[in-house]
């Protein structure tokens, strides 16, 4: 009888736990999809896509490029950087993916425009 109980009460916590990990997912996931509307995929050379911030033009906070792969892989924001200080190739610390960026893009890595 006591070890039936036992039994009942590990089987409740067990189940409570895992209904507060999938509360906290949910969350998560609900934040996220909020934060998706405020960015768009950007061709920025051909074959290059990154995202953006929609409202990119009236932000103070324009100036980066977020890894596509990062964004739908791992619903996780991660800034390409540039991969030397004098070079024109990004690096995204997250993946490891690199995007080599033509030199008539570069006008617009501070400020991405025209999309
Ligand atoms: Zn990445």
């Not at 969350?27 to 990119?56: H, R």
């Not at 991660?78 to 004098?86: E, L, N, P, V």
């Not at 997250?94 to 425009?113: D, R």
Request: charged share 20%; with cysteine.
């Amino acid at each position: 009888m006591q070890n039936n109980l036992l039994t009942i009460q590990a089987s409740y916590q067990s189940l409570f736990d895992s209904k507060s990990e999938i509360e906290k997912e949910l969350v998560n996931l609900k934040n996220w999809e909020t934060t998706k509307l405020n960015y768009a995929l950007k061709q920025i050379s051909p074959g290059c896509f990154v995202y953006v911030m929609k409202d990119a033009q009236n932000s103070t906070d324009n100036s980066y490029w977020l890894c596509a792969n990062c964004f739908n892989t791992k619903n996780h924001k991660s800034i390409f950087q540039r991969k030397y200080a004098s070079g024109e190739d990004v690096v995204c610390h997250s993946c490891n993916a690199e995007l080599n960026i033509p030199s008539k893009t570069q006008h617009q890595i501070p400020k991405p425009t025209g999309w």
